[in-house]
């Protein structure tokens, strides 16, 4: 069974960084589409940022410029770099993955969750 663990979250000043990692199980990483979705208190889950199998890159419009995501496939993880947080940032962030199909923004688009990790930005 595929299991997702994320680690990274915490609290930090707005303007500040951290990176969240996520270490998935398995043999097949390497097959895997990864994503980033956050969820906010009484908000539905968005999506935040992707990477394809072949390390295509997709982010949403609110975080270009500020996040970057990767994967280190040996490692079988995947990693967020967020810079210049903001107050609005604050959330649970949620690893993702799943064979590659596309559809990257989509939740559906993926088999596999982890269980979080919050991120909270004081102002």
């Known amino acids: 069974q595929v299991q997702l663990l994320e680690s990274g979250g915490g609290l930090v000043q707005a303007g500040g960084s951290l990176r969240l990692s996520c270490v998935v199980s398995?043999?097949?990483?390497?097959?895997?589409?990864m994503g980033w979705f956050r969820q906010a208190p009484g908000k539905e889950r968005q999506f935040v940022a992707a990477?394809?199998?072949?390390?295509?890159?997709y982010y949403a419009d609110f975080v270009k410029g500020r996040f970057t995501i990767s994967r280190d496939n040996p490692k079988n993880t995947v990693y967020l770099q967020m810079n210049t947080l903001k107050p609005e940032d604050t959330a649970i962030y949620y690893c993702?993955?799943?064979?590659?199909?596309?559809?990257?923004?989509?939740?559906?688009?993926?088999?596999?969750w982890g269980q979080g990790t919050q991120v909270t930005v004081s102002s």
């Open positions: 993702t993955g799943g064979n590659d199909l596309g559809g990257y923004a989509a939740p559906t688009s993926y088999e596999y």
């Open positions: 398995g043999r097949t990483f390497s097959r895997y589409a």
């Open positions: 990477i394809s199998r072949n390390e295509g890159t």
